[in-house]
């Protein structure tokens, strides 16, 4: 059987994708896109928001890595949330006795 824990096929969509929106969004900013006139027609058929494109858009430009396609964790990182040690032995070592 097939091991998919590691298969990158979403990450390799997403990346797919933004490339090629990015393409036909420089094309209409150039003026050369065929289909669109406007930016907001081209945000309007492709079913998204300007600031979510410009800020895929903006992040890729300025690092150039195509990591920077792919959306990006949110919240609080786990080791911020996490007791210090010591207090969890002491919690630990209480709900031993009691």
């Known amino acids: 059987m097939r091991d998919n824990s590691f298969d990158r096929t979403i990450e390799r969509n997403y990346i797919q994708k933004w490339r090629f929106l990015m393409a036909e ?4 900013k150039e003026g050369r896109s065929t289909q669109f006139r406007r930016v907001g027609d081209f945000y309007r058929h492709h079913g998204t928001c300007s ?8 992040r890729y430009l ?3 890595d195509e990591a920077d396609l ?5 919240g609080p990182k786990w080791r911020d ?3 210090p040690e010591g207090i969890e032995a002491e919690i630990v070592a209480a709900r031993q006795r009691g």
């Not at 969004?25 to 209409?28: I, M």
């Not at 600031?51 to 903006?58: A, I, L, V």
């Not at 792919?70 to 949110?74: D, E, F, I, K, T």
């Open 62 to 64: 300025q690092s150039g």
């Open 51 to 58: 600031q979510t494109f410009r800020k895929y858009y903006n």
């Open 81 to 83: 949330r996490r007791v």
């Open 70 to 74: 792919l959306p990006r964790r949110r």
């Open 25 to 28: 969004y420089e094309a209409v």
